[in-house]
C-alpha cells in the first residue's frame, strides 16, 4: 500500500523510511531545470517525509546523498530546514555524504527520511461505499513546480490533513501519477466524476499533490481548510 520500508524495532514501535531522488535538477550546464540547490533539497525532503507520515510515522532524521558538490551543502541544508520549519517537527536530526572525488556533468541528489510509528496504529481502514476521493493540489512537474507554486499543496496543509480522523486515507501523488495511487486503494474507478478535469496519468514530480480518501460528513470542513487547492475526484 505505502511506498516506504517498514522496520520492525521493538515491542511497541516501527522504523518506518522513505526516500527519494532527483537528477539534472540544479545549477549544473547541463542541469534540464536550473533553480538553486536549496529548492532542490527541500523537494526531495518534501517527497520522502510525506511519505513518511503518510503511513503514520513521526520522522526523527534526515540523510542527505549529495552528487551536486561540496559547495551546494549549507544551501541543501538550508532547504531541509525550510521543510522542517514548515511541518513544525522538533528533534529531526541530519546527516549525509557528498561525493568529493569526482565532478558530475549533472545535479544529483537522493533523500532518505526514517520515522517512528507505533505498532498499535498499524492500521488500513477499509475503502466504504460512501468514501469519497479528491485531489490536494495539482500535478506538476519541471518548471512548473516554480511557475505554478501556488498549485502545490502546502507540507503545512498536508501535516493537518494527516491529523484528521475523518481522512481516512492520505497518499502523495509522485512521477507515476493520481491514476496509480487511487488503484493502489483498490477503489472502483468508475466513482471518479465524469467532470473533473484533472490529467490521472500526468507527473507530480515532488508530490506536488495528494490523494485523500475521506467521510462525505467532512467534506465542508476539508474544503474550507485546503480553499481552491481541494479538487473532487
Known amino acids: ?6 522496520v520492525p524495532f521493538n515491542d511497541t514501535e516501527n522504523i518506518v523510511i522513505s526516500t527519494d531522488n532527483s537528477g539534472a535538477i540544479g545549477l549544473k550546464a547541463e542541469d534540464v531545470v536550473k533553480v538553486p540547490y536549496e529548492t532542490v533539497a527541500y523537494f526531495s525532503f518534501r517527497v520522502a517525509v510525506m511519505e513518511c507520515m503518510a503511513a503514520g510515522a ?3 532524521s534526515v540523510v542527505i546523498h549529495n552528487f551536486c ?5 549549507e544551501a541543501m541544508k538550508l532547504g531541509i530546514e ?5 511541518l513544525g517537527l522538533d528533534e529531526i536530526s541530519m546527516i549525509g555524504s557528498t561525493e568529493s572525488n569526482f565532478q558530475l556533468t549533472q545535479s544529483a541528489l537522493g533523500v532518505t527520511i526514517l520515522g517512528k510509528m507505533n505498532k498499535s496504529e498499524m492500521k488500513e481502514v477499509p475503502i466504504q461505499p460512501t468514501t469519497k476521493f ?12 516554480i511557475e505554478q507554486k501556488d498549485q502545490v499543496a502546502p507540507l503545512s496543509l498536508f501535516k493537518w490533513m494527516c491529523s484528521q480522523e475523518e481522512v481516512t486515507h492520505i497518499l502523495p501523488v509522485g512521477s507515476k501519477g493520481v491514476l496509480y495511487k487511487l488503484k493502489k486503494l483498490n477503489s472502483s474507478l468508475d466513482r471518479i466524476s465524469k467532470e473533473s478535469t484533472i490529467d490521472l496519468l500526468k507527473s507530480s514530480g515532488p508530490a506536488t ?3 485523500i480518501a475521506y467521510q462525505r ?3 465542508n470542513k476539508l474544503i474550507k481548510k485546503a ?7
Open 217 to 219: 460528513k467532512s467534506e
Open 209 to 211: 499533490c495528494f490523494l
Open 1 to 6: 500500500m505505502r511506498d516506504v520500508l517498514i
Open 58 to 60: 513521526i520522522p526523527f
Open 82 to 86: 525550510k521543510g522542517i520549519e514548515e
Open 69 to 73: 558538490q561540496e559547495e551546494s551543502w
Open 227 to 233: 480553499g481552491t487547492l481541494f479538487h473532487h475526484l
Open 134 to 145: 479528491a485531489l490536494i493540489g495539482m500535478p506538476l512537474v519541471g518548471s512548473e513546480v
